[in-house]
C-alpha cells in the first residue's frame, strides 16, 4: 500500500529541523548499506550517532504519535530510529530493495521492516529531480512531496530516487515493523477504520457502528503479531 501521509510536521517545525541542520556534518550514505547498496547509492546523511540525528529523529516520532491516519494506515509495533539523508549535485539512489532485518545500530535491536516511509523536509520547487520511483505490479509510481508530508510503502517494493540535478532534497526516512505483517491486511484494515470514521461523524446507527468495530478488533487481534 502506497499511501501519502500529509501534514506530519507543521511548516513551523520544518523550519526548526532545517535550521538545526544548515550547520551540521553530513557523511557518505555509503556507509549505512552493503556493498550491493553502495554500487547504486549517492547521497549524504547525518552520522548515526550524531546527537542532532538523535534529537531530531525523536521529533519525527513524536509527530508521527500525533497523526491518525499514519496510527491507522501502518498500526506500528517498533520503529527503527529515524535518519536523515541529502541529495544535491548529481545525488542518486538507484533501483533497490530495502533490507528484510534492520539494525538500530546499538548491536542488540533488530526490526523486521513491513514498511518504508519518507518524510519530505524540503519543497518541490526548492529541487529538480529527487523524485522517489517505487516500482510494483501497476507500474511506476513517482513521489515528490511537500516538506512535512510523508509517504509510506512496503519495504519489499523496488524503488529509487532519480538524481538531483539542482538545489537539495533533504528527508527523514525509517522502517518500521507493523503489527500485522501481510500489507493487504492493512489496507482492508484501514478501509474499516476509514468508514468506521465516517459512519461515527455522519451519525450513523449506533448498533452498526458497533457491529463494524468489533469486525474490525476481531480481525486485527486475529492478524497482530507483537
Known sequence: MLLHIPDVLTSGEVAGMRKQMDGAEWTDGRETVGPQGARVKRNLQLPQASPLRQALGDQVVAALGRHPLYHAAVLPLRTLPPRFNRYEGGGEYGFHI??????????????RSDISC???LSDPDEYDGGE?????????HEVKLPA??????PSSSLHRVTAVTRGARIASFF??????????ARRMLLEMDTAIRKFTSDGADQAAILQLTGVYHNLLRRWAET
Open 148 to 153: 512535512g508530508d510523508a509517504i509510506v510503502y
Open 118 to 120: 519518507t518524510l519530505f
Open 98 to 111: 530495502d533490507g528484510a532485518v534492520m539494525s538500530a545500530g546499538d548491536g542488540e535491536t533488530h526490526i
Open 175 to 184: 522502517w518500521v515493523q507493523s503489527l500485522v505483517r501481510d500489507d493487504s
Open 132 to 140: 522517489l520511483i517505487v516500482s510494483d505490479l501497476y507500474g511506476e
